[in-house]
């Protein structure tokens, strides 16, 4: 089964800068919108930010200004640059890719974590 695999994740400090990277292990096909998520502890998952394959962006507030989402669609690739990190980014963040069919892929989560 092809899986989203993700990478970049890590310890940076307040102020610094991380990058995601976010692709299928395989092919995947009929993608129409990639994008991240993020998990804190004992808080409900939220979307981060999402890209359409015609390059449309949407950011939850919080990160507005300091995030960037792009993605290459031929690839069915996502990255989140995030800049300007504070401790409340730190979570699990998890890409996701939907396909034009509504199904829904997950990728494992990889660790955010910013220190103060």
């Known amino acids: 089964q092809v899986q989203l695999v993700e990478s970049g994740g890590g310890l940076a400090q307040a102020g610094g800068s991380l990058r995601l990277s976010c692709g299928p292990s395989?092919?995947?096909?009929?993608?129409?919108?990639m994008g991240w998520y993020r998990q804190a502890p004992g808080k409900q998952r939220e979307l981060v930010a999402g890209?359409?394959?015609?390059?449309?962006?949407n950011y939850a507030e919080s990160v507005k200004g300091r995030f960037t989402i792009s993605g290459d669609s031929s690839r069915n690739t996502v990255y989140l640059q995030m800049n300007s990190l504070k401790p409340e980014d730190t979570a699990v963040y998890y890409c996701?890719?939907?396909?034009?069919?509504?199904?829904?892929?997950w990728g494992q989560g990889t660790q955010v974590t910013v220190s103060s």
């Open positions: 395989g092919s995947m096909s009929r993608i129409s919108t």
């Open positions: 996701y890719a939907r396909q034009r069919a509504g199904y829904v892929h």
């Open positions: 890209i359409t394959n015609g390059g449309s962006t």
